[in-house]
Nanobody, 119 residues
Framework: QVQLVESGGGLVQAGGSLRLSCAAS????????MGWYRQAPGKQRELVAS???????NYADSVKGRFTISGDSAKNTVYLQMNSLKPEDTAVYYC?????????????WGQGTQVTVSS
């Protein structure tokens, strides 16, 4: 079982920055991967960025060059640095932790944090 607590969302003007944090209840590098997803009203939840236990990262095309995912094992925390924010980045952002076991992948989710970008 993994508990995830997000923080750092808020209201920001277009072009601004925010940093989201996701605190995990266990060592983040004991998990196969962690990531950030987002869901805008009326849209499906989509992957924004992910990082594996080996440190490999992956980004949605829409955020490449603007967002950076990183992890701090000492704090059991994963961050999403978001720069050059656009109104279309407005969504609820969810932290995800993935564990792969014999029976299949397990996914854990945080409660979500709202990010609103005004034009």
């Amino acid at each position: 079982q993994v508990q995830l607590v997000e923080s750092g969302g808020g209201l920001v003007q277009a072009g601004g920055s925010l940093r989201l944090s996701c605190a995990a209840s266990r060592n983040i590098f004991s998990l196969n991967a962690m990531g950030w997803y987002r869901q805008a009203p009326g849209k499906q939840r989509e992957l924004v960025a992910s990082i594996t236990s080996g440190g490999s990262t992956n980004y949605a095309d829409s955020v490449k060059g603007r967002f950076t995912i990183s992890g701090d094992s000492a704090k059991n925390t994963v961050y999403l640095q978001m720069n050059s924010l656009k109104p279309e980045d407005t969504a609820v952002y969810y932290c995800n932790a993935k564990m792969i076991i014999v029976a299949g992948p397990l996914n854990y989710w945080g409660q979500g944090t709202q990010v609103t970008v005004s034009s």
